[in-house]
């Protein structure tokens, strides 16, 4: 694809004997919303981890706005504008939701080129993030204090403050109930208009109907599937992955 | 309270603690044991600087404080060397720049321990630096030039600069280093340093996907930490003036680092400092034998340090501290 935004080739990760992925090739073209589903264990999140830069690939080449990721640590992929939030949230426990945010500003967003945000403008920014997220009026408070969506729109939060180009939500809805999921996609459909290409990995086959343009299907560290949702969905072998035979 | 204004109160409650003291006190006493006292808030806010805001323990801040005393010695024999091999006559180094030296070594050590050891985590990274402290003292004992395990005579300069005894010289410098010691950790806290630290130690993985250079940052943390230990140790040959491995080494300081800022507090540069004054002072009246009329040998100091950490660790895991915030958080509400 010309214009890919994220271009993944053979991308493949072994632990020991057990091939987790094998020979990933994935495009994502700017602007997108991808849904990547795939049964327990097929290595949503392991791809995720290797795009990221938390676990490294041993084969294949990642390229990400023309420029080669390999080598590069997690915090360099972050600050070139990859975003991810985590299956279970990873909240900075010991500091209020304001720190939580103001760590990606101070790290991320201050330590491009030609960024350096002030701390005043860091204040106001954190609450921004936090009142797009309903959290501003908890900005003091720790994260112990919050349920579980709240938990996961701080997850959120906290990756869009990295002003990130491709965002990766990993599982950010499990657990969640209906009207909950309504509020997180409602957010996830707002940071896209705003021009953050989205990757939703998810189980919820309601939430990844109704947001994705496209679907990615992974079985057992392979690509099944690459397709428009509702034609992926039809594909024999998803059917058979998902259902049996 | 602004970071310029603080150092000011710190350097001038510094300051007023030397004269004050200086103008009051003759017994020489009060100085030893005000020094150790001290040297105990310049190491437990040096370990909090890695244990508390980071979040990596370490028992090897006897191998930090070790280096820093004798790299003094090799300073201090160096003079009487370049004469007796090259013939070169060098003036006696004073203690201030064997101070600097010490930091630079043992900070030197605390990145390439760092560099070594910062993929283990938790009890791992402490059972490294307990056994990097091991490896250094065998070091030691088998180097000839520092004393080796005989240890070495170190002899105090007649007289002292600033005048009055070389005890209250030693006194004086450890205030100072007090006062940096704090001073650091405090600007550290309030810093963009201090959050990156925070986020490292609440969650690595999710402080590297934040844009956090976790690597670098830790390693800016043990050098630091390290190298304020070194400095504490610098001055510890003149103070002893007899300088053995078993007492530069030994484990108290270790356990004493810990402990202190365990029971006082570790999220704020305020906890190491109160527990190292409580516990230190509690220490230096078991060892002066306060105790014996509760019948107690003076030796017992540690078992009250294991004690208090012990009843501090089931009762108020966050120190003195936390449960002075706690104690204001319920008057609030």
Known sequence: MADALLDVNGLGKRFGGFVALDGIDLTVAKGERLGLIGPNGSGKSTLVNCLCGTLQNETGAVVFKGKPLDGLIAHERTRLGLARSFQLPKPFHSLSLADNIRIPLLYTVNARHGHHLSDAAIAERCEELLSHVNLADKARHRPRDLTQVEMRKLELARAVATQPTLLFADEAMAGLSHSEIEEILALLMRLNDEGITIVLIEHIMSAVMSFSTRLVVLVAGHKIADALPQEAIRNPEVEKAYLGE | ?333
């Open chain 2, 1 to 333: 309270m602004r970071n310029g204004v603080f150092w000011a109160i710190l350097v001038a409650t510094g300051l007023v603690f030397v004269v004050v003291s200086r103008l009051t006190i003759a017994n020489e006493y009060f100085y030893y044991a005000g020094y150790v006292v001290l040297e105990y808030i310049v190491l437990a806010t040096a370990w909090n600087i890695l244990g508390g805001y980071t979040g990596y323990t370490n028992f090897g801040t006897g191998a930090f404080f070790a280096a820093g005393a004798y790299s003094s010695v090799v300073l201090f024999k160096l003079p009487a060397l370049l004469l007796a091999t090259f013939h070169w006559k060098i003036p006696a180094i004073p203690v201030p720049v064997m101070i600097a030296v010490g930091g630079v070594v043992a900070g030197l050590l605390g990145l390439g321990t760092g560099y070594l050891t910062l993929r283990l985590r938790g009890v791992f990274f402490a059972i490294a630096t307990l056994a990097l402290s091991i490896v250094l003292q065998t070091l030691i004992v088998n180097w000839g030039f520092v004393g080796g395990s005989r240890g070495t005579y170190v002899i105090r300069p007649p007289a002292a600069p600033l005048g009055g005894g070389y005890i209250q010289y030693l006194f004086t410098l450890m205030v100072l280093l007090a006062v940096i010691a704090v001073g650091i950790a405090r600007s550290i806290e309030r810093s963009r340093l201090g959050l990156g630290f925070h986020a490292i130690r609440d969650d690595e993985l999710a402080a590297e996907a934040t844009g956090v250079p976790t690597l670098r940052l830790k390693l800016i943390s043990t050098t630091i930490s390290g190298a304020l230990m070194g400095m504490a140790g610098a001055p510890l040959p003149y103070f002893v003036t007899y300088l053995t491995p078993t007492a530069s080494f030994d484990l108290a300081y270790a356990v004493n680092s810990v402990a202190m800022p365990v029971i006082g507090g570790m999220t704020s540069w305020i906890g190491p400092l109160i527990g190292a004054i409580l516990l230190g002072t509690i220490q230096q009246l078991g060892t002066v034998g306060f105790f014996l009329d509760l019948k107690l040998d003076p030796t017992f100091n540690l078992l009250i340090v294991g004690l208090l950490l012990i009843l501090f660790v089931i009762i108020a895991p966050n120190g003195i501290v936390g449960l002075v915030r706690s104690w204001m958080g319920r008057r609030e509400t």
